[in-house]
């Protein structure tokens, strides 16, 4: 069964720090592009970090400097390392994966593969 499936979310405070993870599995491989996206209730989901089979990264103007997003393709795990939180990095966070090497795109329509989400809360 392709599946991902995320973990690490949680409630921190302003300027904390929150790793989270993406396990895959089944026919699913981190080597190709994949991607953290977020989405806020009412709001359409945004690309916050892609990393080809390169492993080139691009990154959402709003988080640069701030995450980092990684794999380890021998693990098939995908990782987004956040720092210096803020209120507005608050949402539901989704790794996805798609099944072509790159160059990776930003939008949510070409990946093929998704987890469940894992809530991601910052407060004041």
């Known amino acids: 069964q392709e599946q991902l499936v995320e973990s690490g979310g949680g409630s921190v405070q302003t300027g904390g720090s929150l790793t989270l993870s993406c396990a895959a599995s089944?026919?699913?491989?981190?080597?190709?592009?994949v991607g953290w996206f977020r989405q806020i209730p009412g709001k359409a989901r945004e690309r916050v970090a892609t990393?080809?089979?390169?492993?080139?990264?691009t990154y959402a103007d709003s988080v640069k400097g701030r995450f980092t997003i990684s794999k380890d393709n021998a693990k098939n795990t995908l990782y987004l390392e956040m720092t210096s939180l803020k209120p507005e990095d608050t949402a539901m966070y989704y790794c996805a994966a798609d099944v072509r090497l790159g160059p990776c795109t930003s939008d949510e329509v070409d990946y093929v593969y998704w987890g469940q989400g894992t809530q991601v809360t910052v407060s004041s």
């Open positions: 089944g026919r699913v491989r981190v080597r190709y592009c």
């Open positions: 990393m080809d089979g390169n492993f080139r990264s």
